[in-house]
């Protein structure tokens, strides 16, 4: 991908346009590493760097408490959502950032909207929220699956795209990741599950179903992502077949995102000059 | 006022029009009794066999399942939010209904969004939900302290209308009744707590600040109205200057509402017929 802004690469291809116009999920290469510098080890190291800068820029987050972070993270199976967040933020302090891993819903959240249980776990003033998969499952399963139809699933991007005014309108900046594996990168890691006794509680059986639904979900991941890259929560799709790239991208963009913020501490208190503790 | 519709009160004026068009709250006069019969006994009488009514609606309407109900109460203090609510749902099982209070937000909750706390207290599958103030107040309070400018309000009035939606499109019916007593009757009823010792715990001074606010408070009250009375969720101003009255005309509305659903036990179970307990 050709570079530009000071040797930045350009996320023209990898941020989704407000609209979708334009876009497809098919000139994303899951391979590319437009953030790589052709150095595994160096982007190794780069990720580690940039997990420090993150953790010090939380501080001041925290401090400023002006904004709150939601990271939401959406992939297939095996496509590093968990390795993400260990990477990026392993030098956070617990402190300032909480993850929170949806499953399949409980009697108690059925009952209700299916925004109600995700409203409760964004976060806070100050906090670094981390969604391990997001309110996106429910433009993907029900759709493949054929529960919802067309004009539901338009409803359901019409909800998620108000939600997500919201908390944007009240502060929380919204960052929205797809981790995006290719097919074939996708059969080695569920393998590796397989042939891996220790890596047995990662895998179930009803991870090959959905595999062999994999054309359904990229369709319906390239309709979501069309219907809900908005200007207050606009997506990313970062190609991850490399684990080193996917960390080094993620990292790179967080670090950035903070850095716009112009984060600080609170102003001095001018009764705090000189004062000595007895 | 007139009666049509078989007998039954128009709503014309009571029900405020979406997009507010044409609306004032001066032409509704708080001492109005569009729905009631002329005679008080008979008035209460009425309102406690509707209140024998929507429990027997609340039994369905669990069983059902399709549907939840949030009733939202708003009013300036003395207006009869906690009569309402204690002479409609009198009858209910609270099995079926809960009531939420809306006091000042907590740290936590302030650190938040406005909605997050509201979100949280919806009505679930099969209940009634009723709610003591609500997430007007955010359009209320902050106006009329100059704490939001218009932009913000605008802002607000759009976020709940989205919110609302959401509700609605996911099964909730939602009522929005605004307890409108004049000036005078408030008055009265603020001295009588004062001169009645048994109800100090129901005053306090800051009430009469807020009455000094008295038409800052209903120019407020109009805006709101008129921003966000919608089809998925409009808004009923309840003349309420008369407690029986009021009580008829918010129990009448629910009742209606509820026979218009169309409630039903699920299907019977065919397995069921003729089954012996042994």
């Known amino acids: 991908m050709a570079k530009k802004n000071n040797g930045k690469p350009s996320l023209d291809r990898w941020q989704?346009?407000?609209?979708?116009?334009?876009?497809?999920?098919?000139?994303?290469?899951p391979g590319a590493k437009p953030y790589g510098n052709g150095d595994k080890n160096g982007d190794k190291a780069r990720v580690a760097e940039l997990a420090r800068e993150i953790d010090?820029?939380?501080?001041?987050f925290y401090a400023d408490g002006r904004f709150k972070l939601l990271v939401l993270l959406q992939g297939t199976d095996t496509a590093g959502k968990?390795?993400?967040?260990?990477?990026?933020?392993?030098?956070t302090s617990p402190l300032g950032v909480r993850t929170h891993g949806w499953k399949a819903p409980s009697t108690l959240e059925r009952s209700h909207d299916y925004l109600w249980r995700i409203h409760q776990q964004?976060?806070?003033?100050?906090?670094?929220?981390?969604?391990?998969?997001?309110?996106?499952?429910?433009?993907?399963?029900?759709?493949?699956?054929g529960w919802i139809d067309r004009k539901q699933t338009a409803q359901r991007y019409a909800h998620i795209n108000d939600f997500e005014r919201l908390l944007c309108e009240t502060g929380t900046v919204v960052m929205k990741f797809m981790l995006h594996i290719s097919f074939e990168e996708q059969r080695g890691r569920l393998q590796e599950r397989i042939d891996d006794t220790a890596k047995h509680w990662k895998f179930s059986l009803g991870d090959l179903e959905v595999r062999k639904q994999w054309k359904e979900y990229q369709q319906a991941y390239e309709n979501l992502l069309r219907a809900t890259s908005t200007d207050w929560a606009p997506w990313t799709v970062v190609p991850a077949d490399s684990k080193t790239?996917?960390?080094l991208m993620i990292a790179t963009l967080v670090r950035d995102k903070l850095k716009a913020l112009k984060l600080r501490y609170p102003p001095d208190d001018p009764q705090l000059k000189g004062l000595v503790v007895q």
Chains 1, 2 share one sequence.
Do not use: W
Not at 56 to 60: G, K
Not at 122 to 145: C, K, Q, T, W
């Open 16 to 29: 989704v346009p407000v609209g979708g116009k334009g876009f497809a999920l098919k000139d994303c290469d």
């Open 56 to 60: 010090a820029l939380q501080d001041v």
């Open 82 to 91: 968990d390795g993400t967040i260990r990477a990026v933020f392993k030098e």
């Open 122 to 145: 964004v976060p806070a003033a100050g906090e670094f929220m981390i969604h391990n998969r997001s309110h996106y499952e429910d433009v993907l399963v029900p759709v493949v699956n």
């Open 245 to 247: 790239h996917r960390n």
